[in-house]
Antibody, heavy 120, light 107 residues
Framework: QVQLVESGGNLVKPGGSLRLSCAASGFSFSDYYMIWIRQAPGRGLEWVSY????????YYADSVKGRFTISRDNAKNSLFLQMNSLRAEDSAFYYC?????????????WGQGTQVTVSS | EIVLTQSPGTLSLSPGERATLSCRAS???????LAWYQQKRGQAPRLLIQ???IRATGIPDRFSGSGSGTDFTLTITRLEPEDFAVYFC????????FGQGTKLEIK
């Protein structure tokens, strides 16, 4: 079955960096766009970044552009999010999700999330 | 940028009742790109509906989606205890956008 497992979340000081990982299994990882979505405690959902199957086209929300970098390793069925210059407002649960194929852009499967806390 | 407004913010109903959740877009949205998610406390969201009305794998048929243009609806007939959760709509045009959510609570 499809499984997405995030890791790398932690408590970090403002201005610090973190690298999140998402290990995928149960499907042909290289065939799907992947996305990072975050949710601050008690808040709504916000897309962060997504990329195409080959990792050559990357998209970022304005709130993270220039600070975060998304990447993937199809040989290792893994998705990454390098987060630099972290701010308090980046504190959230970060989910990786698989993007549906075809004429839709829905998020079919989600990981359980990893928590990032930015605080001094 | 398109804004999705969900209503009501909170919906209080009893098991067995029918729930109607609304998602209104600030501009016309392609029906292909409108999805609904359910999120239970402490869990990741789960895809319910994509393409406005196509149930995701394993989703019971008491969940249905409809709508077009700027107005979309998620209907849950005969509420079960496990259906009480927060529901989000989501669309994609130039970027993915989520509504703010509707909390469905037990009356």
């Amino acid at each position: 079955q499809v499984q997405l497992v995030e890791s790398g979340g932690n408590l970090v000081k403002p201005g610090g960096s973190l690298r999140l990982s998402c290990a995928a299994s149960g499907f042909s990882f290289s065939d799907y766009y992947m996305i990072w979505i975050r949710q601050a405690p008690g808040r709504g959902l916000e897309w962060v970044s997504y990329l195409n199957t080959g990792g050559t086209m990357k998209y970022y929300a304005d709130s993270v552009k220039g600070r975060f970098t998304i990447s993937r390793d199809n040989a290792k069925n893994s998705l990454f999010l390098q987060m630099n210059s972290l701010r308090a407002e980046d504190s959230a649960f970060y989910y990786c999700a698989r993007v549906s194929r075809g004429n839709s852009f829905a998020f079919e499967y989600w990981g359980q999330g990893t928590q990032v806390t930015v605080s001094s | 940028e398109i804004v999705l407004t969900q209503s009501p913010g909170t919906l209080s109903l009893s098991p067995g009742e029918r729930a109607t959740l609304s998602c209104r877009a600030s501009q016309t949205v392609s029906s292909s790109y409108l999805a609904w998610y359910q999120q239970k406390r402490g869990q990741a969201p789960r895809l319910l509906i994509q393409g406005t009305s196509i149930r995701a794998t394993g989703i019971p048929d008491r969940f249905s989606g409809s709508g077009s243009g700027t107005d979309f609806t998620l209907t849950i007939t005969r509420l079960e205890p496990e259906d009480f959760a927060v529901y989000f709509c989501q669309q994609y045009t130039s970027s993915p956008i989520f509504g703010q959510g509707t909390k469905l609570e037990i009356k």
